[in-house]
């Protein structure tokens, strides 16, 4: 029965006009509804049309003024809209009192997103977790959805479900939930172990905005063959490979969701077992298409997101992709001067990728000290301690012995002694000049 209601939110194929406000002082930008536009043509709509008002408060009963709504309602009547989709996140009363009013469905920007979702995620984990989002989403609006059976049925002016019946299906959601809930608490619990188990690597994670190059930056620099498309939300789960830096030196490098402004919240909290990895990262390549009008923004939105994920310290590189892309040489210098430390790449053309594993490489030598070092085989507690902290290249057994060679950050190295007698340590460098 929920399934049925859900589907009913579907944009496939509909006549759709996107709304939007703007603030009344500053200009007016006419690209402030192409990524809403972009939203709905990926989930399928067909759009009509866009209408925006200035105003700086929100109308809590129609989100736009009572007159302009009006005139939306006629605009809908004239051009065959289904639906309408705003740019905004709207409260139930709102969506309640506009459908009423426009006499088409309301979709608000959360929506639309975790229907693309919905209509994208393959593997079980995204969809256990997309489907948590949406009834999480769905819960305080059930009654809203009711209505909307209602019309199906061709019910518009005859008496809708009781309470009792609303009650009902509110503790089936619940109920849905709180299973959704347990069953991704252990796909979390699952997956946090699986990549803390990678320890022995370094790992980066590449993040940044939809559509910025993430997976086409991994298929470059590791031929993993990740699904790469001119689509927002081509990526829903997480790859992982190999990337081989100089001297033996091998890092896991992981391409992600992509994140976009105004992400719903409930599905960031749904797609931790999916960020595990940026969550586990040592190090996150921040992609950014500069090609992008909306590239600033972007950066910021990404650094929101990280900030949810409370990964908004972990250190990062900024990558600047598509330049073969740019139009105007200056918007890279501009680029350049705010952000001196970034690495300028196409991900397309292979230009800058050899300078980013440099800096990849860089960043990992300056923290970490090479190490070989030997002990008894029966040093289980050092050994445990080298696998956690330090990032293993290679491992030696001879005799009663074991040799490894690691890399571990300078402030783990005190503890090595206190934890076995009988070691023989040395930095790589001097066993190099032996
Ligand atoms: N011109 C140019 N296009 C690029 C470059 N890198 C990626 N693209 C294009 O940008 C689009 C999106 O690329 P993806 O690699 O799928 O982007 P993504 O960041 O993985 O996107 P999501 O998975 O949707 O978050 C595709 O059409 C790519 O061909 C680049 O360096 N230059
Ligand atoms: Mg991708």
Redesign the pocket.
């Known amino acids: 029965m929920i399934e049925e209601k859900r589907k009913d939110l579907s944009v496939r194929a509909e006549r759709a006009i996107l709304l939007g406000t703007l603030p009344s002082k500053g200009s007016a930008n006419g690209d402030s509804l192409e990524e809403l536009g972009r939203l709905a043509e990926t989930a399928g709509a067909k759009v009509v049309e866009n209408v925006l008002q200035k105003r700086d408060k929100i109308d809590p009963t129609y989100y736009i003024g009572r007159g302009k709504a009006e005139e939306l309602a006629a605009l809908c009547r004239d051009r065959d809209i289904d639906v309408v989709i705003c740019d905004d996140d709207l409260t139930p009363a709102q969506v309640r009192n506009l459908e009423h009013l426009l006499n088409a469905k309301v979709v608000d920007r959360s929506e639309l997103i975790l229907y693309i979702f919905a209509t994208r995620a393959s593997t079980s984990q995204a969809q256990t977790q997309v489907e948590l989002a949406q009834l999480e989403y769905t819960l305080p609006r059930l009654k809203r959805m009711w209505v909307h059976l209602d019309r199906i049925e061709g019910g518009i002016g005859t008496r809708g479900p009781g309470e009792k019946q609303l009650e009902v299906d509110r503790r089936l959601v619940s109920k849905k939930i709180f299973e959704l809930r347990k069953r991704l608490k252990g796909i979390e619990d699952r997956r946090h172990h699986q990549v803390a188990a990678r320890s022995n690597c370094l790992k980066v994670s590449l993040v940044?905005?939809?559509?910025?190059?993430?997976?086409?930056?991994?298929?470059s620099l590791t031929q993993a063959g990740?699904?790469?498309?001119?689509?927002?939300?081509?990526?829903l789960d997480t790859k992982t490979r190999t990337l081989h830096l100089e001297n033996a030196r091998r890092v896991l490098l992981s391409?992600t969701?992509?994140f976009i402004k105004k992400l719903p919240h409930h599905l960031i909290s749904s797609f931790h077992a999916t960020l595990e990895e940026v969550k586990q990262a040592d190090l996150l390549l921040h992609?950014v298409?500069v090609?992008s009008p909306a590239a600033l923004e972007q950066i910021k939105a990404v650094d929101e997101v990280l900030k949810e994920l409370h990964c908004e310290r972990k250190p990062t590189l900024l990558v600047l992709?598509?330049?073969?892309?740019l139009t105007e040489e200056a918007t890279l210098t501009l680029f350049k001067s705010m952000y001196p430390e970034a690495v300028a790449?196409?991900?397309?053309?292979g230009e800058g990728l050899s300078e980013l594993k440099k800096r990849t490489q860089e960043f990992f030598d300056r923290r970490c000290v090479e190490l070989r070092l030997t002990c008894g085989i029966e040093d289980g507690r050092l050994t445990a301690y080298l696998y956690q902290k330090g990032y293993i290249l290679s491992k030696r057994l001879h005799g009663h012995k074991i040799s490894f060679h690691l890399l571990m950050e300078e402030r783990y190295i005190p503890k090595i002694s206190q934890l076995a007698r009988d070691v023989e340590m040395s930095y790589a460098q001097d066993c190099h000049s032996e």
């Open positions: 940044g905005y939809t559509n910025a190059g993430k997976s086409t930056l991994m298929n990740v699904i790469v498309e001119d689509k927002l939300f081509s990526t391409d969701v992509g992609v298409d090609s992709n598509k330049i073969d892309a790449i196409s991900s397309l053309t």
